[in-house]
């Protein structure tokens, strides 16, 4: 990306922080950025571009925390759920964007995915289903938190450490 590219995508990054997808248009773009909207298609041809580029990062930034994570503790499904559920609740609006629709794996960077899913599938001794299994526990569990669909005195840590245990039990 151009610099200027860079620029646009760091404002629509803080204006989706901020206040939500909804709240991310283009013109909304173009005025935190001082410019007229039509100056926004020379370096990304629509808002779905934009949004893809704020989805790479946020699959980019998930594969680092979930490979430090791993590298802290190897093999450990409590340190990978941990790293991603705190990565998702610091970026609640991002990670909504990113998981609450369908993914364009197409326009993501090549191998972005895969390196993401990679901790996991590793501390899955590479069973794709499992590996599955635990994806959607995991994002079941942050979405339901996200969106405050837990009651007030449910022991989350417990529902967590449940969970994990039924797909590695040990």
């Known amino acids: 990306m151009t610099p200027r590219a860079r620029e646009i995508a760091a404002a629509a990054r803080t204006?989706?922080?901020?206040?939500?997808p909804a709240a991310l248009t283009l013109r909304a773009l173009a005025d935190r950025l001082g410019i007229k909207a039509p100056s926004l298609y020379k370096h990304f041809?629509?808002?779905h571009a934009v949004e893809v580029e704020l989805m790479a990062q946020m699959l980019e930034e998930t594969a680092a925390a979930l490979e430090a994570a791993e590298e802290r503790e190897p093999g450990s499904l409590p340190a990978l759920a941990e790293a991603y559920r705190t990565y998702a609740l610091a970026h609640p609006h991002l990670y909504c964007l990113a998981?609450?629709?369908?993914?364009?794996?197409?326009?993501?960077?090549?191998?972005?995915?895969?390196?993401?899913?990679?901790?996991?599938?590793?501390?899955?001794?590479g069973d794709l289903d499992t590996a599955r299994s635990v994806w959607a526990f995991a994002h079941g569990m942050v979405i339901l938190?996200?969106?405050?669909?837990?009651?007030d005195d449910a022991d989350l840590a417990a529902a967590w450490k449940r969970g994990l245990k039924a797909f590695h039990p040990q």
């Open 15 to 20: 204006l989706l922080e901020e206040s939500g």
């Open 145 to 151: 938190e996200i969106h405050g669909r837990f009651p």
């Open 45 to 47: 041809p629509d808002k």
């Open 99 to 125: 998981t609450e629709r369908p993914l364009p794996r197409a326009a993501l960077p090549s191998g972005l995915e895969d390196r993401a899913a990679m901790p996991l599938m590793r501390a899955c001794d």
